[in-house]
């Protein structure tokens, strides 16, 4: 769990969103923050902590060696969990995943646990990215439990509602309509 809390999926997420639409979300959040700090100057100081982590990001992602540190940190992740999954030692014998997941499924254990709450989200947003091939089906062991878990009825309750055919962009495009209709109007 300290691994999986360790990785800043920020970094990596800004760095596969194509520079143009992170450019307009970045500089609308700016404008958002500036317009709350003269509406509400008792709460400048916590604006001004967000526009400058805001700044920050900006600046982190210009940097190769952020984001190729990030990138590495996610595949060690997934390595280590993939071998875990692929073998497991109970009573000091070695089990091979067909016998594992006969008597466990998930990362911890035969019951869902927190390190599977911390993890799901790790891999739900590979897909939303549509990154699964690359990162989860490249790991056999990964693709199943990626599947076991996306059966999971407090999965399709919570995330899974957001993965599905149109509702995957339905944010985005909630946002790029929002921005459009604030900019027309702006010229008014």
Request: proline share 4%.
């Amino acid at each position: 769990m300290h691994k999986i809390q360790e990785w800043n999926p920020k970094f990596f997420t800004l760095s596969h969103v194509p520079e143009k639409y992170r450019q307009a979300v970045s500089k609308f959040f700016r404008r958002v923050l500036i317009a709350r700090m003269a509406e509400s100057p008792d709460l400048a100081s916590s604006y001004h902590r967000k526009l400058k982590e805001a700044y920050h990001t900006e600046e982190k992602l210009r940097d190769p060696e952020v984001v190729r540190w990030s990138k590495e940190h996610l595949i060690r992740l997934l390595d280590e969990i993939e071998d875990s999954l692929s073998k497991t030692y109970i009573a000091g014998e070695e089990f091979s995943m067909a016998d594992r997941l006969s008597k466990t499924a998930y990362i911890a254990g035969e019951e869902f646990s927190m390190a599977d709450v911390m993890f799901i989200p790790v891999l739900a947003r590979l897909a939303l990215l549509n990154l699964e091939d690359e990162y989860i089906n490249s790991r056999p062991n990964m693709a199943k439990y990626w599947s076991l878990v996306q059966q999971r009825p407090s999965y399709k309750k919570v995330i899974g509602r957001y993965f599905g055919g149109w509702r995957k962009y339905r944010t985005l495009a909630k946002t790029w309509c929002f921005i459009r209709l604030r900019n027309t109007l702006k010229k008014y």
